[in-house]
């Protein structure tokens, strides 16, 4: 009987720490749950706040920085160039060839250093032009990169004046021999212009490709830009034959905006001879570009507007 006895307080100090244990287990159960329930909802905040972040620098980096780059380097290339040009004519007095070909290989350094440095710039409208024509960048960046290519290059002339030691005139847009032939001399002009600007047009449609999409999207270079520098170069040399301005017309444009600021709208209403050949050169390279060379999706064979997923 005390056998019996024994057996039965054993047995019921082992349902006790049973159930001791069990409530024990089932309190640890619900403090690992609670933590796991705690550490659950931390990661989903913080990708929340990671996400809101990622897309505020996307919209950085897509929309506001490529306008950034394309006015600085419209800015460096007009402002260096004027430079070049007034060292250029103060330092070689006697050769007028010369100072047009170091000045059109200026022209072309300057280009491979900003294409290399911001890689979807396009320093030129009519090169932007293209690029809307041939779909490789949204119209909506094809709209601003005019815009800051625009205001880039008038503050470039009016910094350029600003830091001139002398205070002389700045020279105004001017076509060489025009009093001879003025007629015979603009279609010369026109024509040169035509050729160097679909040079350029064609090797830079040429070496890069769309990257991005909807309404953000950009031309990137894919291969080597040394093609567009030497076309760059050619296209300087035949315009700084014919005037004073090299490949890119937004010289002469900020030039004669720069110039109206005292009422001389002169120069500024003589803007289209220096635009008629480029902007012919933009159309026709464009059209070549999508009839022969373009992907299957820009081909004007399969000729489409912009999908209805291009959104931003």
């Not at 070496?207 to 050619?234: D, H, N, Q, W, Y």
């Amino acid at each position: 009987m005390a056998s019996s006895g024994k057996g039965h307080s054993l047995i019921k100090e082992s349902k006790q720490n049973g159930n001791g244990n069990s409530s024990k287990r089932s309190i640890l159960k619900n403090s690992n749950d609670i933590k796991c329930s705690g550490s659950y909802y931390t990661p989903a905040i913080v990708n929340y706040q990671c996400n809101e972040l990622d897309e505020k620098g996307s919209y950085f980096n897509r929309i506001i920085r490529p306008c950034a780059a394309e006015f600085v380097a419209v800015f460096l290339s007009i402002f260096i160039g004027k430079v070049m040009e007034e060292e250029l004519v103060l330092h070689i007095t006697t050769s007028n060839t010369e100072r047009i070909i170091l000045q059109a290989f200026t022209d072309s350094v300057v280009v491979l250093a900003m294409l290399m440095a911001f890689q979807t710039v396009h320093l030129n409208p009519v090169i932007t032009l293209a690029e809307f024509f041939a779909l490789t960048t949204a119209w909506p960046m094809c709209c601003a990169m005019v815009i800051a290519q625009m205001v880039a290059s008038v503050t470039a002339i009016a910094s350029f004046a600003m830091i001139r030691l002398d205070n002389l005139e700045l020279q105004m847009p001017t076509v060489h021999n025009i009093a001879m032939d003025r007629v015979g001399i603009m279609y010369h002009l026109i024509l040169s212009q035509f050729i160097g600007t679909l040079l350029v047009i064609v090797t830079h449609l040429l070496v890069t490709g769309r990257t991005g999409s909807g309404l953000t999207a950009l031309a990137r270079p894919k291969e080597s830009p040394l093609s567009v520098v030497a076309a760059v170069f050619v296209s300087s040399l035949l315009c700084l034959l014919n005037s004073t301005v090299g490949w890119n017309p937004l010289l002469a444009f900020a030039l004669a905006s720069y110039g109206s600021i005292d009422c001389n709208f002169g120069p500024l209403q003589m803007q289209g001879v220096f635009w008629i050949g480029p902007c012919l050169a933009s159309l026709s390279a464009c059209f070549l570009y999508r009839l022969l060379f373009a992907g299957k999706e820009f081909r004007l064979i399969k000729c489409t507007t912009w999908n209805e997923s291009d959104h931003l």
